[in-house]
C-alpha cells in the first residue's frame, strides 16, 4: 500500500532533493509507464501544489492527454502548438514566464500564468511531456528545470 509522502524541506531545491528518492522508490519496481505518471504527477502536485500538473504522450501525429491533476485539460495537442507541442518539436524544456506572451499558446485554463514543459526523451525520440501550470507568474526556474529533467529522465 502506498505512503504518503513526506517532504520537509523549506526551500525549492531541497523539496526537489527530498522527492527524487522517494519518485525513485514509487517507480522503481513499476513497468507500466502510466501507472509511473500517475505517480509522478500526483507526488509534484502534492510536493508543490502546483496548479495542473500531467503528462502528454506522443501518440501518431498528436499529443495526447494522459495522467494529470488538477482541472479539466486540453485533450489533444497538434506538433508545434503551444508551449507542450514546441517543447515536442524542440525536443528541449521551455519555461514559460508569463503563458500569454508565448506566441500560440492554448489556453486549456485561463487562471494558468506561468508553464514549465519537460520532453521525456526515449530511443532520441521525445515520447512524452511533462506539463506543470502554475496559477501566478513566473513561478518556474533554473532548478525546476533541472530537477524535472532528472524526474523525467527517471520515467
Known sequence: MAEELQI????????????LPQIEALIGGEKDVIANMANVAA??????????????????????????????????????????GSVWQEARTLIVPDVEQFPGHIACNS???????????????????LDIDSDTLDSFDETDRHYLELICKQL
Not at 520537509?8 to 522527492?19: A, F, R, V
Not at 506561468?114 to 526515449?122: A, G, K, N, Q, T
Open 8 to 19: 520537509k524541506g523549506s526551500t525549492k531545491k531541497e523539496k526537489y532533493e527530498e522527492l
Open 43 to 84: 507526488a509534484l502536485k502534492q510536493t508543490f501544489g502546483f496548479f495542473w500538473v500531467g503528462f502528454y504522450r506522443v501518440i501518431d501525429d498528436e499529443l495526447v492527454l494522459a495522467p494529470f491533476q488538477g482541472p479539466i485539460a486540453c485533450t489533444r495537442i497538434r506538433k508545434g502548438r503551444g508551449v507542450c
Open 111 to 129: 487562471a494558468s500564468r506561468s508553464e514549465i514543459v519537460v520532453p521525456l526523451i526515449h530511443n532520441g525520440e521525445v515520447s512524452a511531456v
